[in-house]
């Protein structure tokens, strides 16, 4: 770890035009192999309103930092690609956002926020990029992009799934969100050769893909695990054994008490998409878009539950994260 983290800084000081600003305490968590978990920005530039944004950052760090490991929290600061960030770069980052001063960051984004000087919320794609410079393997996040309802016309197929094809960085989260067309989405997938497996920790046959707001998808998962040191495992030995340079998916069930019911949400979301459709939103609006409609049709339910998931996942990725830096040293 610690030699391969050399290297990358050497190459890219040797080509003299990337600096990615890991923090000091990253950085040094990194050298000495304690566990590192990765955290993404769009959630808070774009996913969820202010306050609740900066409070729900502030509280994922929280829950990583209790369980063991250091929260690396991804984002474009005043252009500056930062991996790991102080309290107050993080509200800097939630009330820039609140004045929609904060670009959405996904790989093609990343050179332009730059050349401006934007800050932006990384999405789980430009986290992963970001994990990966750093050498951080595992990230914890809500739910995944996707291929959106319709997809095959639209051909809205959210880099998140290409990137999670050619980036050897483990995503933790509660499935594809159920905005998405799940089916596709783990076709897609398959295609770029990317590991999905959901947590079943009770020995439950017939295992679904959760459906972020919900336990159920109607999508029998490719793969289930039964521990957190087995999803250690698979990383080690597809990315360090193996070599792969591509990603894993581990889907963490959301947990029963603040799933909300799928026919319920099911339903809010039909509504979105249409709304969506009339109001010709496409590209990298139309999730934002869907999140907030449905937030709204809740009254704010939703955003709840999402932040729970958050929380429960980053307790995951955590000891995921830990289980990993075992098997590694
Ligand atoms: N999950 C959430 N809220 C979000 C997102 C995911 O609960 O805001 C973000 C993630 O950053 C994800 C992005 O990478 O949405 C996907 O956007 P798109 O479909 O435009 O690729
Ligand atoms: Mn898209």
Redesign the pocket.
Known sequence: MLLAHRRLLSSSQARGSFHIDISEEIKHALNSSKPVVSL?S??IT???PFPQNFEMAKQVEEVVRDNGAIPATCAFIDGKPRVGLSELSLKYLAEQANKGKAN?V?RRDIGYTMAKGYNG?????S?MILSHMAGIKVFA??????V?KGGQNSF?V???LTELGRTPVSVV?SGP?SI?DIGLTLEFLETQGVFVGTYNDDGRLDVEVPG?YCRESGYRSPYDFSSFEEAASIIHNHNNIMSLNSGNIFCIPPPRESALSSSFISKVIDRANQEAIAQNIS??N???FL?SKIAEETNGKSVEC?IK??LNNARAATQIATSLSKLEN
Request: hydrophobic fraction near 30%; include cysteine.
């Open positions: 993404e769009t959630i774009h996913g969820l959405k996904s919320g990384t999405t789980i794609a986290t996040t809500g739910g995944l992009g996707g959106h809205d959210s880099a998140d989260c969100k998405l972020f590209g990298k139309l999730t934002p999140l999402n998931f958050v």
